[in-house]
DNA sequence: AGCACGCCGACT
DNA sequence: GTCGGCGTGCTC
């Protein structure tokens, strides 16, 4: 039998099938979908099977080395989806399979040098010798660290045939293993009991524990649960009355905590008439793709659940992507409380090996249920019921490296196989999705109260430039300085919210106007109070804060714009007494710090959560009753077309976080554009108004969703080399392209250079181009050579979502 | 990716 | 005349 494999060298020589013959004693086990080890030139490579064959057209064909799995960890689903992916997201099929599977799945490769006979140690070499006298092979890595001189008589040594190369290909896999004992035999318990002599009544203990439970438990559980010690179990295992084995485990990151069981809620009315279209779905066996527009606190989770429910009862399983967990435990928690032990979680906070073994329950059909970031889209279920997407319009939706896709894309994919529901749900859908809502390509469905006739808090805007003029220098504005106040007085809860990380966003000298700027990045330095340095956000460069201008040494170089130290140092300054929480990358980087923090925030032991972007989703809390966005135009002025739209999504998010309970919410935002419709509508908690508004410019300007939009991005440490480069695919976009589609460029990308290369870009504006995939790969053939070697790199998105 | 093959310049 | 630079092409 032939297996056609794709191996894993992500080049564009190698992108497509090689045949290998399967071996007789491998052919029992060999399926579609299975990883393999193949022989690949000189060395092993892993590989996967996409097909099978009875006959080849090629003379000599290679034997498959090793089998990985026991089962097929690509199903004939997934298989398909990858090859959906690879024209969808331009990338190669290695590339998109290695994406839909756990990082520990993915094979290391090591090369060592092996001497081939100890006796003939003599014949390599006398330099190579001290290598070779105690062991016969050594890591190649390390030699060649050590000893680049001694390269040509390895290689020398290799063609004689007294050394050998060998390449190994290993799998990343571990499973966490476990001692655990059990009854030698459990019928004999009760007679070893009486065998046991009067002075031994602590094993004698130990063995009424087995005669209940007379199934194998881990050492350290039985310790706890028949009270018992190290040297009493050794004992017994001595007296063969029990045997210990190692068994091996899941790693389950929610072991230590228990989850109350909650069950359904009674539904509100406008909550039933939601959910009736979607169960009618679900018993008709439709694809179908739902739009949920709910405002904030609307029940949205409560409609997910009970969706849920009802696919499981058909036997069937259910996705559930959102943002990204580890920022929304809350989300987690309700999942788990309902679902139980029929739950996975997916999130970047977990380990390697942590992910994998939630992998593996899904895999294995232990769980119902996966809760997941983006990646969990790819989730190996079998028999797909439900696909829910929660705060559809997030960016992190859109993976922005290889492969660059959607999220959503995926799902609806997904769910058209298995002919099931995809669920977006909302309450600022992006413009994209909200369109095709109106246009009747997806159902929408709306829920514009909050349950339990919670009213949305109020919202004020305040002119900074207002402030300014009054005498107020400080980051707080008057009203919000008097609301926090009032709060910390009546011991309610406020979320402050600042976008901007660090001390200050940047460093200038009074004198001359010199901005203090990384050396690698066309970006300007942060100051970090706590480490006192400057720090470049895209490459983590890092240098002291100068005394004075490195451009005209005076010494009046100071901070402007404010981060969220800065926040936290002016909070204690004029709020003297205010216990305050601080929530961004840099407090949170340790791994459940992120719960931690909110935790405290929970229970109470500080006044002000300040934070980042990360405390505008999900966060439920009953005792915030104001919200204070600082700079609300901070991100209203960037070079990016969807700027108007994320601040919108951004501060109504924010917004939603007060009074999502029986206290009433207030929400200040301070800007310096209080005219602008982005800021404006949120004050009125009108999305419609804001996407009529927005659908304009958009229209205006020939933005998605009017256009589709596809950047082809070059970077290259040399700048004339990333202009020649990028102006010979531009003219041939234009020439290849319709005159229908609109070819921008090249122009500098937003941040011209990034880790010393610069970046250079195409902006291709298109409604209908057949070619378009062919054209972006035949951009990449050209390419091939040079981008292979690694200096210059192209990179091609279709519907990019941040323009940077 | 990794490696072999092969074609030009600077050495014994 | 040979050694070795890295451009080019191939891997079932």
């Not at 009970?306 to 989300?331: D, F, H, R, Y």
Request: aromatic share 8%; glycine share 4%.
């Amino acid at each position: 039998m032939i297996v056609k494999v794709v191996v894993d060298v992500p080049t564009g020589g190698t992108d497509r099938l090689f045949d290998y013959k399967v071996p007789v004693h491998l052919l029992p086990m060999i399926e579609i979908g299975m990883r393999v080890i193949v022989p690949f030139g000189p060395r092993k490579v892993q590989g996967f099977v996409i097909s099978t064959s009875e006959e080849t057209e090629l003379e000599t064909v290679k034997e498959i080395a090793e089998i990985l799995d026991v089962t097929p960890v690509l199903t004939d689903e997934l298989l398909q989806l990858g090859e959906w992916l690879t024209n969808s997201a331009i990338c190669f099929k290695i590339t998109a399979y290695q994406a839909m599977l756990p990082a520990a799945l993915r094979a290391k490769y090591k090369k060592e040098i092996k001497l081939v006979d100890q006796n003939r140690i003599l014949e390599i070499p006398e330099e190579l010798r001290v290598w070779f006298e105690h062991r016969d092979v050594v890591d190649w890595e390390e030699f060649k660290s050590n000893h680049v001189n001694l390269l040509p008589l390895i290689k020398r040594a290799i063609s004689m045939g007294v050394l050998e190369a060998v390449y190994v290909v290993k799998d990343k896999v571990t499973y966490k293993k476990v001692k655990v004992v059990e009854p030698f035999c459990r019928e004999d318990l009760s007679n070893q009991l009486m065998h046991l002599g009067n002075r031994a009544a602590k094993q004698k203990e130990v063995i009424e524990y087995f005669i209940k439970f007379p199934t194998a438990v881990p050492i350290t559980d039985l310790i706890e649960q028949a009270e018992t010690t190290r040297g009493t179990i050794k004992a017994l295992i001595e007296k063969n009355v029990l045997v210990e084995k190692e068994l091996e485990i899941s790693r389950d990151p929610y072991a230590n905590r228990s989850f109350k069981r909650t069950n359904p809620l009674p539904l509100t009315r406008n909550q039933k008439k939601v959910i009736e279209p979607i169960y009618h779905t679900i018993e008709n066996q439709k694809h179908e793709t739902f739009l949920i527009h709910g405002v904030t606190g609307s029940g949205k989770t409560e409609i997910y659940l009970q969706s849920i429910s009802k696919v499981i009862g058909q036997e069937k399983e259910a996705i559930v992507l959102v943002p990204e967990i580890s920022l929304t435990p809350q989300m987690v928690q309700r999942f788990k409380e309902r679902f139980g032990s029929l739950v996975a979680v997916l999130h970047s906070g977990l380990s390697v090996g942590e992910k994998y073994d939630e992998w593996r329950k899904i895999h294995n059909g232990s769980v119902k249920v996966v809760v997941g970031a983006r990646s969990a889209v790819f989730a190996p279920f079998k028999n797909i019921g439900i696909i829910i997407i929660d705060e559809e319009h997030e960016a992190t939706y859109k993976q922005e490296e290889n492969p660059r896709y959607h999220a959503r894309d995926v799902a609806i994919q997904r769910a058209s196989y298995y002919n099931c529901p995809l669920i977006l749900g909302s309450a600022t859908p992006s413009l994209e999705t909200y369109a095709r809502a109106k246009k009747g390509v997806y159902k929408l469905l709306s829920m514009l109260e909050r349950v339990n006739d919670v009213t949305l808090p109020t919202v004020e805007i305040v002119d900074m430039r207002e402030e300014l003029k009054s005498g107020n220098r400080s980051m707080f504005s008057k009203l919000l300085f008097d609301k926090l106040t009032d709060r910390i007085s009546r011991g309610e809860q406020s979320v402050l919210f600042l976008n901007r990380r660090g001390y200050s966003t940047f460093v200038m000298c009074r004198d001359c106007g010199y901005v203090a700027e990384c050396p690698h990045c066309d970006i300007s330095l942060t100051y970090h109070q706590t480490s006192r340095l400057l720090k470049c956000h895209y490459c983590g460069h890092q240098e002291n804060m100068p005394k004075t201008c490195s451009s005209c040494n005076s010494e009046h170089i100071r901070f402007f714009g404010s981060g969220t130290q800065k926040v936290e140092e002016e909070i204690t300054k004029v709020l003297p007494g205010a216990r305050v929480i601080r929530m961004d990358v840099d407090t949170t980087r340790k791994k459940g710090a992120h719960e931690k923090l909110l935790t405290a925030f929970a229970q109470g032991k500080a006044d002000i959560l300040l934070g980042t972007q990360m405390i505008a989703k999900g966060l439920d809390f009953p005792n915030i009753t104001l919200v204070g966005v600082l700079a609300a135009d901070s991100m209203l002025h960037l070079p990016d077309f969807r700027a108007s739209e994320r601040t919108f999504q951004l501060l109504t998010q924010v917004s939603g976080r007060a009074g999502r309970h029986k206290l009433p919410g207030e929400v200040v935002i301070q800007t310096y554009t209080p005219e602008h419709y982005s800021i404006d509508l949120v004050r009125q908690h009108d999305y419609i108004a804001f996407f009529e508004r927005e659908m304009s410019v958009r229209k205006l300007q020939n933005y998605p969703p009017y256009y589709f939009i596809t950047i082809v991005q070059v970077s290259h440490p040399e700048i004339t080399k990333v202009i020649e480069v990028t102006e010979r695919i531009g003219s041939f976009l234009r020439r290849s392209l319709s005159d229908k589609a609109i070819v921008l460029g090249p122009v500098a990308s937003p941040i011209a250079r990034i880790k010393d290369r610069y970046r250079y870009q195409c902006m291709i504006k298109y409604k209908n181009e057949p070619t378009l995939l062919a054209v972006l790969k035949e951009i990449n053939e050209n390419y091939k050579r040079e981008t292979q070697q690694g200096t210059l790199q192209i990179s091609i998105d279709k519907n990019p979502f941040v323009l940077m």
